[in-house]
């Protein structure tokens, strides 16, 4: 049964071992010191994850099911790479992220050919809102996006062909996570629903997920209970960042360690029990 949208309701969701997989590869870019996760998307047994280079370079590493590193891919572009996700359109399959100095959204096709990706910068769309961070809805007709501590809504297709065009819905978030040390760490969108996680990398302090619908009702808002004990073990920092769907499952990572020697864990924090 749908929940009644204006009762806020609180979860708590253990973020422990048991739902965490470890990220770990020997490749030289994808192990960088400083280069934290700052995207992750999934598509067709794949997971992709995207890192930055002091915002002049990205890097995507390309993992499989289990996990697995098959590839990286590293392009000279000026971006974060804060978010990442996947759409197809028109038979063509598309990774999309921040653009160049926060502006607009990077536009990167990927290519797949004999087992092996490739990934080409296309173009980066205009929007009106100045520096965001976006994400693609799971049915690839909205994009959604997080500015000024608003959620602006886009017609996809309209955005893509007339290039800059102005959002047909904005809403302010909830106040939870406009709160001094609740820092945007990733969005995502599915069902007419928006998910938009917040935090920053003090143990210490709480992490978000907060659903909206559309018009920015708050529909669940849930407080991350994380393992602070296992992260101060492992260093001074607990930060989560991108979020992602598989299925109906919600993902994120989470870092921990130390700044440049960050232990990166890929978790399962919510799934949508109703459409």
Do not use: C
Not at 71 to 92: E, G
């Amino acid at each position: 049964m749908i929940m009644k949208l204006n009762k806020i309701i609180y979860f708590n969701v253990l973020l422990s071992l048991l739902f965490s997989f470890f990220l770990e590869a020997k490749d030289s870019f994808y192990t960088k010191s400083g280069n934290v996760i700052q995207g992750i998307t999934y598509f067709e047994n794949n997971w992709i994850f995207s890192q930055t280079h002091s915002n002049k370079s990205i890097t995507f590493s390309i993992f499989n099911d289990n996990l697995k590193l098959r590839q990286t891919i590293n392009i000279k572009y000026p971006s974060h790479a804060q978010d990442l996700s996947i759409v197809k359109y028109k038979d063509k399959l598309y990774l999309l992220t921040t653009g160049k100095q926060w502006e607009g959204v990077a536009v990167f096709e990927l290519i797949k050919k004999n087992n092996k990706f490739k990934i080409v910068f296309r173009k980066n769309l205009k929007l009106s809102i100045g520096k965001n961070t976006p994400t693609i809805s799971a049915e690839g007709n909205y994009l959604a996006t997080f500015a000024n501590n608003t959620i602006y809504i886009f017609d996809f297709k309209m955005l893509n062909e007339k290039q800059s065009v102005k959002p047909f819905y904005s809403f302010i978030i909830d106040k939870t996570q406009r709160q001094k040390h609740q820092w945007r760490q990733g969005i995502s969108m599915k069902n007419n629903k928006i998910y938009l996680l917040s935090g920053d990398a003090n143990i210490e302090h709480p992490k978000y997920l907060v659903v909206y619908d559309a018009y920015g009702k708050v529909l669940e808002k849930r407080k991350l209970k994380v393992n602070k004990q296992n992260a101060k073990k492992e260093g001074n920092k607990l930060e989560v960042e991108g979020l992602t769907f598989k299925g109906n499952t919600l993902y994120t990572t989470i870092m921990t360690g130390y700044n440049g020697k960050n232990k990166k864990q890929l978790l399962k924090i919510y799934k949508e029990e109703f459409k």
